[in-house]
Each structure stands twice: as structure tokens, then as C-alpha cells.
Nanobody, 116 residues
Framework: QVQLVESGGGLVQPGGSLGLSCRAN????????MGWYRQAPGKQRELVAS????????DYADSVKGRFTISRDNAKNTVYLQMNSLKPEDTAVYYC?????????WGQGTQVTVSS
């Protein structure tokens, strides 16, 4: 059973930064492209960033490009998302999963709230 556990969310003021982590209980994801997704209230879940297995390629949604950075450490079974210059519209629950996502791998997510 694969489990992904996200952490690092919280309340931050506009312009602030947060770093998210997602750890897997197995090393399964070392062979997969991984992604960070988010879901804001009343909206569809969207992919915001992805990274290939050996970190050779990263990709970002236009809305976060230049502000967010995805990285991974396969030895630690962990993928990261560094978020800078946060905006109120970044408020959402953030999840990690494969890209494309596997329905059984969704975790609880971590809440990010950007507000003054």
C-alpha cells in the first residue's frame, strides 16, 4: 500500500514563503514523474508543478512559474515544493501524486492559506 504524506502548510501573509514536503512510505516513486497538485474551495484540482524521476525536467503551471520550485530526493522518498511570493489565490489544499495521478495515492494534503 502506497502512502503519501504531505506536510509544511500553514498560514502566511501575501509575499511570504512556505516549503512543502511529501514523503512516500516506499521508494516506488523513484521511477515516476511526480507532481504537486492543489485544490481551492469550489475549484477543480489542478497540477501546479511536476518533476521527472532524475530531476532532469521540471514543469510549472503558468500561475506559479517563477515563484514555485519543485525538487525531489529519491533517497529520502521525498518530493518538495518551495513556494515564494505567495498570493491569496495560492490558497488551497496541496497534494502530491504521480503524474498522471493514481487514484489510490491521494493523501490528506496540506492546507496553505495566504492572507493578511
Amino acid at each position: 500500500q502506497v502512502q503519501l504524506v504531505e506536510s509544511g502548510g500553514g498560514l502566511v501573509q501575501p509575499g511570504g514563503s512556505l516549503g512543502l514536503s511529501c514523503r512516500a512510505n516506499r521508494s516506488f516513486f523513484s521511477i515516476y514523474t511526480m507532481g504537486w497538485y492543489r485544490q481551492a474551495p469550489g475549484k477543480q484540482r489542478e497540477l501546479v508543478a511536476s518533476i521527472t524521476p532524475r530531476s532532469s525536467t521540471t514543469d510549472y503551471a503558468d500561475s506559479v512559474k517563477g515563484r514555485f520550485t519543485i525538487s525531489r530526493d529519491n533517497a529520502k522518498n521525498t518530493v518538495y515544493l518551495q513556494m515564494n511570493s505567495l498570493k491569496p489565490e495560492d490558497t488551497a489544499v496541496y497534494y502530491c501524486n504521480r503524474k498522471p495521478p493514481h487514484i489510490d495515492y491521494w493523501g490528506q494534503g496540506t492546507q496553505v492559506t495566504v492572507s493578511s
